[in-house]
């Protein structure tokens, strides 16, 4: 089978270093890159982040390219509570060695799409600014890109942030109505679909029992990660949000949805970031969106991506700091 060429918009996150893991482990994918956006942290952080999470794997060759600062109209929203101080908080990480490629985002977005010799995937895991000013700054790649899948938005779920909006969604609304707008062929993994995914109960200890340092590493971000989220809704684990839309993509038998027309509110005064989906299409606008609203099999799921992450790791022989393998 011919590999699918991805890029991978990114704001680290523990769910974002998993499905970054995921698409690095599964040999189906070859991931073109790493695009970075303030979102769960600030640019720097993220950035720094997916370093270290490409390195993590082996795989410091993959370039990561940062992006924009900001989104485009409102003010940066990190979240440490839900992430910890660093984004990635649970695991010891070794620094990075090297750091963001030449070229912004952007750019690396534009060019890749419009150079690359298949069309190339886009998977957006954080607000979606850098795909929103790539389409703005080059309209054109909307026909060129073979589609985008991206963790985000809440309709039968509500939100995660506010009664109404989800985080990505919620912290650039302007840009995700930008993407949603731009023809191009989407699929919207919301947490109505990731809710029906809970990771395994207990996960990390499955994990950590494979030993290699990858899966130690997941074990411990695991554990952050589920802290705040079984705390606020009272559940016995957690849905791997960006990693789930990972899974959308390289799995979609795993997956329901209906492809039906999806815009954002950007000027509510309660529902600023929510996904409006006219499930009933009773807006006559024109289909925009697949929109995944549940998973048939949550464990065959997870036992897919661990069998993926359990693969992963620097060279056996080098520790930190020499040569990648
Ligand atoms: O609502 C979940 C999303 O917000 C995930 O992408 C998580 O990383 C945060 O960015
Ligand atoms: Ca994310």
């Not at 985000?152 to 989800?166: D, H, L, R, V």
């Not at 795993?254 to 996904?275: H, K, R, S, W």
Request: with cysteine; glycine share 10%.
């Amino acid at each position: 089978m011919p590999k699918i060429p991805v890029i991978i918009d990114t704001d680290p996150g523990q769910d974002d270093a998993f499905a970054i893991l995921l698409a690095l482990g599964e040999p189906s994918l070859e991931v073109l890159g790493l695009t970075t956006v303030a979102g769960n942290m600030g640019l720097t952080q993220t950035t720094d982040n997916a370093r270290r999470i490409v390195e993590l794997a082996g795989r410091g060759d993959i370039p990561v390219h940062a992006g924009s600062p900001r989104p485009l109209v409102r003010k940066p929203h990190p979240v440490p509570e839900i992430h910890g101080a660093t984004g990635i908080d649970g695991w010891d990480w070794a620094p990075a060695r090297s750091g963001a490629a030449v070229g912004h985002a952007v750019d690396f977005i534009i060019d890749t799409v419009l150079h690359h010799p298949d069309p190339v995937t886009l998977i957006a895991l954080g607000p979606q600014t850098n795909i929103a000013l790539a389409l703005r700054r080059a309209p054109e790649i909307a026909k060129s890109i073979a589609g985008i899948v991206f963790m985000g938005g809440g309709y039968f779920e509500g939100g995660n942030m506010t009664p109404a909006a989800e985080y990505n969604i919620l912290v650039d609304p302007e840009a995700a109505r930008i993407v949603l707008g731009a023809g191009v062929p989407i699929t919207a993994v919301p947490i109505d679909c990731t809710h029906r995914a809970p990771a395994p109960v207990n996960w990390s200890a499955t994990l950590a029992a494979h030993g290699t340092e990858v899966m130690r590493a997941c074990a411990g971000m695991m554990e952050f990660f589920e802290r705040y989220g079984n705390a606020k809704h009272g559940t016995p684990s957690r849905p791997l949000h960006d990693a789930i839309a990972v899974g959308a993509l390289l799995w979609p038998e795993l997956f329901t949805g209906e492809l039906c027309p999806v815009d954002v509110e950007c000027a509510g005064e309660l529902t600023t970031g929510m996904t409006v989906v006219d499930w009933l299409r009773q807006t006559g606008k024109p289909d925009n969106c697949l929109w995944l609203n549940g998973c048939v099999d949550p464990a065959e799921l997870y036992r897919r991506m661990e069998v993926a992450l359990a693969g992963l790791g620097r060279c056996a022989a080098a520790p930190h700091g020499s040569a990648e393998m």
